[in-house]
Each structure stands twice: as structure tokens, then as C-alpha cells.
């Protein structure tokens, strides 16, 4: 099931990949946030439960989602995409979206 869903979400990132010439990063970033990080969450109650080798699936997933949008090429530091982003590393933003949904009760 949660290599359905990065086949998903990879297949929004070429799509995305389609578009990067003709809109803005920021628009990009609004697609992210309303197509893809949604499966992100999606998976998020799973985290703990998943193998390693999917966890390095979906950072690598969020690796290239952020590449996009930031307009980087291939190659650039993870850390520093991130960075620039605002966005901590997908394993974090899990935990920390599902401790949201804990202590908010959402």
C-alpha cells in the first residue's frame, strides 16, 4: 500500500516536473502542499511501523518534491533544500504532524 502511494506521489512530481517552466515557485509549492505532502500525512500513522527502506523511499520522494519546487538541480544538499524551504526532514515532519494530531485531538 505505501508503495502505491509514493507511485503516486512520483507520478504528481513528473507532472510537476511539466510545469516548473510555466509557474512560479510559490505556485509550486502550493501544488505540493494540496497534492502531495496530503499523501505524506496520509502515512504518517505508519511511520514507525515502516521499514527502513521505505522510509529512504518517501525522503527521497520529498528530496525531489522540494528539488522542484525550489528550482535546484540534481545533486543539490538535501540539507540545504530544506533549509530554504522551512521544511525539516520528511521522517520529522511526521512525527511532528502526528504529535499535532495527538495533542490537538485533529
Known amino acids: 500500500h505505501v508503495n502505491a502511494k509514493i507511485k503516486s506521489m512520483t507520478s504528481m512530481l513528473n ?20 497534492y502531495i505532502r496530503p499523501l505524506c500525512e496520509y502515512m504518517s500513522p505508519l511511520l514507525g511501523k515502516l521499514p527502513g527502506h521505505l522510509i529512504s523511499a518517501l525522503e527521497s520522494t520529498q528530496y525531489e518534491a522540494a528539488r522542484i519546487v525550489a528550482y535546484t538541480p540534481v545533486g543539490t544538499p538535501y540539507i540545504e533544500l530544506r533549509s530554504e524551504l522551512g521544511r525539516p526532514a520528511f521522517h520529522l515532519y511526521l512525527r511532528m504532524s502526528a504529535f499535532h494530531k495527538i495533542v490537538y485531538n485533529t
Not at 16 to 33: A, G, M, N
Request: no cysteine; hydrophobic share 45%.
Open 15 to 34: 507532472m510537476i516536473k511539466l510545469f516548473k517552466s510555466v509557474y512560479t515557485r510559490s505556485v509550486l509549492d502550493s501544488i505540493y502542499k494540496m
